[in-house]
């Protein structure tokens, strides 16, 4: 079967669209208050952590999102990291074996707006012949940093690269920083201190609740419903340690873990957004593609002295720290 294109809707289409998919919702009875959202998980297979080796969190992570009863999650494999932490592919086969899937993110993690179109695509093509013969490889990509350049020739480009290539758009609708709490937490077990689990978990949870709540009011208000969401996660301690309190947490709220690969058949997937304000994610770019400022498409946590203050007030971080990050 032929590769799907990507298709690029202007912005009135793309609103005529979505409204004519609530539509359907709403005549076959489906309820336009079902809320779903995958996970995904990045930059697999990571090193050591504060907390767990590399095996130990494949392990753990494993085992959370069984406990949840969250299958399907798809981690987005950075061949570099598969070449330095897990060259027998024992970890990836693990995620796969345990019912989830594995996509591409890249060999050497570029930033799409530092590189040539034509060096960036080569590093796709040398992740993707590493991939390709994984059992439980499907054909996404998602870009580093959500970096999809900063001139539309670049973007366009690259996107037609991926249509060439077979590979489908591995977009998120719910960015956040979770990679920087755990670099807060590094940072705490380095100089000795240790974080209490409880209130971690707490912290944890309660950031990305918000910034789920966050993108799918931004969905609900300017793109009139709430789409199958797609949950930007790294495959890190933090991720093993708490993922099954994220999902109890969510199921709590009425929402539905649903496998990445259900998500990305949402008709979201055909909308690419005509605008370079691409790095939260998919609802937020379609926003700001209707002219919505983009200073109220980031959350707040999606800010690096935000977070290590956040961290400090509720205990999670030396105050001896503080005055070296003023």
């Known amino acids: 079967m032929p590769a799907p294109q990507f298709m690029h809707w202007p912005v009135r289409t793309a609103q005529a669209a979505i409204i004519l998919i609530c539509g359907v919702f709403f005549l076959t009875g489906l309820s336009a208050e079902v809320k779903t959202i995958a996970l995904t998980f990045d930059d697999a297979p990571r090193g050591e952590g504060p907390f767990f080796s590399g095996t130990e969190r494949t392990q753990e992570l494993i085992a959370a999102l069984e406990s949840a009863g969250a299958q399907g999650a798809m981690f987005y494999a950075t061949t570099g990291l598969i070449e330095k932490y897990d060259p027998e592919h024992a970890r990836l086969k693990a995620y796969v074996d345990a019912g ?4 591409n993110h890249s060999h050497s993690h570029p930033w799409l707006h530092r590189s040539d179109a034509g060096q960036y695509l080569q590093d796709i093509d040398k992740a993707s012949n590493i991939l390709t013969d994984l059992e439980g490889y499907h054909a996404f990509y998602r870009f580093p940093y959500l970096d999809e350049g900063r001139s539309q020739a670049k973007r366009d480009a690259v996107r037609q690269g991926l249509v060439d290539r077979g590979l489908k758009h591995g977009y998120v609708t719910v960015d956040n920083y979770d990679w ?3 670099a807060l937490v590094s940072e705490a077990v380095k100089a000795g201190f240790k974080p209490d689990q409880q209130r971690l978990g707490e912290t944890y949870v ?7 709540e966050f993108y799918d009011e931004i969905a609900e208000e300017h793109l009139g419903r709430s789409p199958a969401h797609v949950l930007l996660l790294h495959e890190n301690d933090l991720a093993a340690l708490y993922i099954d309190d994220l999902v109890q947490a969510l199921r709590e709220r009425g929402w539905t873990i649903v496998p990445a690969l259900e998500a990305y058949r949402d008709p979201l997937s055909a909308l690419l957004p005509e605008t370079l304000f691409n790095g939260q994610g998919r609802v937020a770019a379609l926003a700001h593609a209707q002219g919505v400022p983009a200073q109220q498409l980031v959350h707040h946590s999606e800010d690096e002295q935000w977070l290590r203050q956040e961290f400090l007030r509720r205990g999670l971080l ?3 720290n503080e005055a070296e990050h003023q």
């Open 100 to 103: 989830h899937v594995l996509a």
């Open 180 to 182: 920087y709490m755990q």
């Open 206 to 212: 309660d950031l990305l609740l918000q910034s789920i």
């Open 318 to 320: 030396p105050r001896a």
